[in-house]
């Protein structure tokens, strides 16, 4: 399994960004998408994540209401729509594919190679 992420960008506060993480193989639709992101001397933190079926979301507090992920089981692909970027936003952001889903890093089992937001002010 393979996932490649793209969409990330400069971009100014307020303003809005889309990533999409395009996986390889047969299993896309059976296993809960997440997307994380690493900002320069942090530990890699939970965004939100996706049920397999899209029935299902969980956002992390400081972007609900801003944030929205969505996904394209025919397309093997997983969204994230970011409006009302702030600078507080700016990180490297990882899609990443689990069995169970959840909050953990560890529960992840394959991951893209992130893709750099930066959000100014």
């Known amino acids: 399994v393979q996932l490649q992420a793209s969409g990330g960008g400069l971009v100014q506060a307020g303003g809005s960004l889309r990533l999409s993480c395009v996986a390889s193989g047969r299993i896309f639709s059976s296993y809960v998408m997440g997307w994380f992101r690493q900002a320069p001397g942090k530990e890699r933190e939970f965004v939100a994540a996706?049920?397999?079926?899209?029935?299902?979301?969980k956002y992390v507090d400081s972007v609900k209401g801003r944030f929205t992920i969505s996904r394209d089981n025919a397309e093997n692909t997983v969204y994230l729509q970011m409006n009302s970027l702030k600078p507080e936003d700016t990180a490297v952001y990882y899609c990443?594919?689990?069995?169970?889903?959840?909050?953990?890093?560890?529960?992840?089992?394959?991951w893209g190679q992130g893709t750099q937001v930066t959000v100014s002010s």
């Open positions: 990443a594919f689990s069995p169970s889903g959840g909050r953990w890093p560890s529960n992840y089992d394959y």
């Open positions: 996706i049920s397999s079926s899209g029935g299902a979301t």
